[in-house]
């Protein structure tokens, strides 16, 4: 219990702020003189009222204004919807305070004593652990070279004094669900990006080491793990593009009944160019649903690619599994700092299901397009491409030709190409396994042939044959 001014508070310490869950001023008798400003000078901390809405539930506002008159108001107006509210009286005061504990969004005054707004905004942008929260000027001031000035600061947006309580209202909500959406998406980004980058790494591994039998599972089981991150961003998305829609729906709904604002407001819309805003934010949400649908296109592939389907034969479109194997060996075709990208160039003919094991085929695909894209690689030629042709055989068998322009396979050498642990690669890359593996897999799972041909300095061409009705393998 504290007293001030001829009132009394109650205050506790709440996680190393003072509370003041419900302040109740009391006169006493002796008709002390009542100060405009109803905070003891203690009260200079985070204040915790409970939330009365979803908008406002868990976000702090830190407003940072000299004038006691200011605070109050906006205290008031924050407080009434259901928003934890912190004060401090100067820029020096708010920088420390934000040492410890951070806000979800600060109201900053331009014109303070001491260090003004634009010199607090540029320190909270200078360190890393405030430089995301958005900041809003409130300022007196019209000239637009100071409003360009707060925005290059990094400040999301202005408000002009004598301050409007709905417009106040409406620009902390727009802020606060940008920032909570972008957080949210910047989280199941990071959650998906761990998540490749461990794929990816035990992909690499895999492939190098030849050890294709495991790859099946493990690809299998971290694509499931992918796909629960993406559901939550491509459902959310949802939901922050129908969040946007209202918003610019009360943007516009307040344009068609207030055609004529004040000055101020008229020139802060030419200033934000709100025409274009609104137009390039519903295109910045395109761009994040694009990149949604790229991953779960990709978790699409890696599920098709390493099917466990091992005991028995399955009708499939061989293409499918060509085209996730592609997908999967993409970041290998990319353009490097010294080497072009990787053309594949596809001439499918339209074939019926082929009855087969599906993933053990799609290692056969694996080993060969690993192979030819080491050759383009080692070969360094100004346009390395691969081509895929795939084609029916009368009406039995299917062919599948995987062709480089690489430098070719030499003559003494190709006699060795199907044994088992034989490679021309540096000793700890391959284990000389992959092919050996390829031609068990056609020849005798699925009773098909393999062969290649090869002119040194023009390229490789691996032939793959399989019966369109499987057989099953002779123990």
């Known amino acids: ?4 001014k001829g009132r009394f508070y109650s205050y506790a310490l709440c996680d190393n702020f003072f509370c003041i869950p419900k302040v109740k001023p009391l006169r006493i008798k002796y008709g002390v003189y009542e100060s405009p ?14 939330p009365v809405n979803s908008i406002s539930q868990e976000n702090t506002i830190l407003v940072v204004d000299d004038t006691p008159t200011n605070l109050q108001v906006l205290f008031d107006l924050l407080s009434e919807q259901g928003y934890r509210v912190a004060i401090a009286k100067n820029g020096e005061t708010a920088l420390q305070r934000l040492q410890s504990s951070q806000p979800n969004l600060i109201l900053l005054d331009v014109m303070m004593p001491g260090i003004d707004g634009f010199e607090t905004c540029h320190r909270l942008k200078a360190n890393p652990a405030t430089h995301d929260i958005p900041v809003i000027f409130m300022t007196a001031l019209s000239d637009s070279v100071d409003k360009v000035k707060g925005l290059s600061l990094g400040a999301v947006d202005y408000i002009t004094k004598p301050i409007q309580h709905e417009e106040v209202l409406a620009r902390i909500r727009v802020h606060l669900q940008l920032r909570n959406a972008i957080r949210m998406m910047e989280q199941r ?17 895999l492939v190098q080491g030849e050890k294709m039998s495991a790859l099946g599972q493990l690809v299998a089981g971290i694509a499931h793990e992918i796909n629960n991150p993406v559901n939550f961003i491509h459902g959310n998305l949802i939901y922050v593009k129908e969040y946007t829609q209202h918003l610019l729906e009360f943007v516009q709904l307040y344009q068609k009944h207030y055609p004529n604002p004040v000055d101020e407001i008229r020139k802060r819309a030419e200033d934000l160019d709100l025409e274009f805003l609104q137009g390039d934010l519903v295109k910045i949400l395109g761009s994040m649903a694009m990149g949604s649908d790229r991953i779960r296109n990709i978790v699409l592939s890696l599920r098709n690619f390493s099917r466990l389907d091992e005991s028995e034969l399955k009708p499939v479109d061989i293409h499918v599994g060509i085209d996730s194997t592609l997908v999967i060996l993409q970041h290998r075709l990319k353009a490097k700092r010294d080497f072009p990208t990787i053309q594949v160039i596809k001439d499918y003919e339209q074939l019926p299901e082929v009855k087969c094991y599906p993933s053990q085929l799609n290692q056969v695909f694996m080993n060969i397009l690993s ?8 070969s360094a030629i100004a346009s390395p491409s691969i081509t895929i042709r795939t084609s029916a055989i009368e009406t039995n068998w299917v062919k599948v030709s995987i062709a480089d322009n690489g430098v070719g396979i030499p003559e003494p050498i190709r006699c060795k190409l199907f044994d088992p642990f034989f490679t021309t690669k540096p000793v700890g890359k391959g284990t000389g396994l992959g092919l050996s593996i390829s031609y068990q897999i056609v020849t005798e799972k699925h009773r098909g042939k393999i062969e290649f041909h090869s002119t040194v300095g023009q390229g490789t061409e691996f032939v793959i044959q399989i019966p369109m009705q499987g057989l099953k393998t002779v123990t």
């Open 1 to 4: 219990m504290d007293t001030y």
């Open 37 to 50: 400003f109803p905070f003891p000078p203690l009260f200079d901390y985070w204040s915790l009222l409970m």
């Open 189 to 205: 980004t990071n959650e998906v990006n761990q998540a490749l980058e461990s794929l990816m790494q035990a992909q690499l591994h």
């Open 371 to 378: 192979n030819a894209i080491d050759a383009l690689e080692e």
